[in-house]
């Protein structure tokens, strides 16, 4: 079992910067792949990103790739995301979610954080 907690959402400019971040709880954080989601109104949850359990691997979908970067530090528990040069169709809740193996399918994720909103504004 892992519970995972998002923070670091909120209003920001179209071409500023957020960093979300996503604290797990339990000793087995470095044994799981993580990922980033969003969802925004009326459209499905769709993945972002993933970190393979050692950070040594990561992917990407093609509307993150070049401006958001994931990392983590399995000392701090936390799984990171960077974004930049934001634009305001990265309006959307973001959820931050675990799973012991490679997925980039929402619904093969049994862990899942209560997600943060972040709204760009143009």
């Known amino acids: 079992q892992v519970q995972l907690v998002e923070s670091g959402g909120g209003l920001v400019q179209a071409g500023g910067s957020l960093r979300l971040s996503c604290e797990a709880s339990g000793r087995t954080f470095s044994s799981y792949y993580m990922a980033w989601f969003r969802q925004a109104p009326g459209k499905e949850r769709e993945f972002l990103a993933l970190?393979?359990?050692?950070?040594?691997?990561?992917n990407y979908a093609d509307s993150a790739k070049g401006r958001f970067t994931i990392s983590r530090d399995n000392a701090k528990n936390t799984v990171y995301l960077q974004m930049n040069s934001m634009k305001p169709e990265d309006t959307a809740v973001y959820y931050c979610?675990?799973?012991?193996?490679?997925?980039?399918?929402?619904?093969?994720?049994?862990?899942w954080g209560q997600g943060t909103q972040v709204t760009v504004s143009s």
């Open positions: 979610a675990a799973k012991g193996s490679y997925s980039t399918t929402p619904s093969t994720y049994p862990y």
């Open positions: 970190v393979s359990w050692n950070g040594g691997s990561t």
